[in-house]
């Protein structure tokens, strides 16, 4: 597979200076060997299947997360409800379709 890509050099960059005029960049070509195509198979199901799992994971760890702020909420302190306890607790969004495609 060839790769194109552009590129400003040191001396296009002072020919552009000089010129008094924007540079114009060089064509480079880099050739590069791959052995497998990542997702080729339009029929290959890995990705989603991993993603499932991580999707499954993600919601569980979400649940866990949201037990442990409703049972902080609903824990008295002195009579009284530990509402103010829940500022501390953070819920971070599950980002598990996005890792399964990305980091595949």
Not at 46 to 68: F, G, H, K, P, Y
Not at 84 to 90: F, N
Not at 98 to 104: E, F, R
């Amino acid at each position: 597979m060839t790769l194109v890509d552009l590129r400003y050099s040191a001396a296009c960059l002072k020919q552009g200076r000089q010129a008094g005029r924007r540079p114009h960049p060089i064509t480079v070509h880099h050739k590069v060997d791959v052995y497998s195509w990542a997702r080729a198979d339009p029929r290959d199901r890995s990705v989603s299947q991993w993603a499932d799992t991580q999707e499954r994971q993600a919601r569980q760890r979400l649940r866990l997360a949201l037990e442990a702020i409703r049972q902080r909420a609903n824990a008295t302190v002195g009579g009284r409800l530990a509402v103010e306890a829940i500022d501390e607790l953070e819920v971070h969004p599950a980002r598990h379709r996005h890792n399964a495609i990305w980091q595949y």
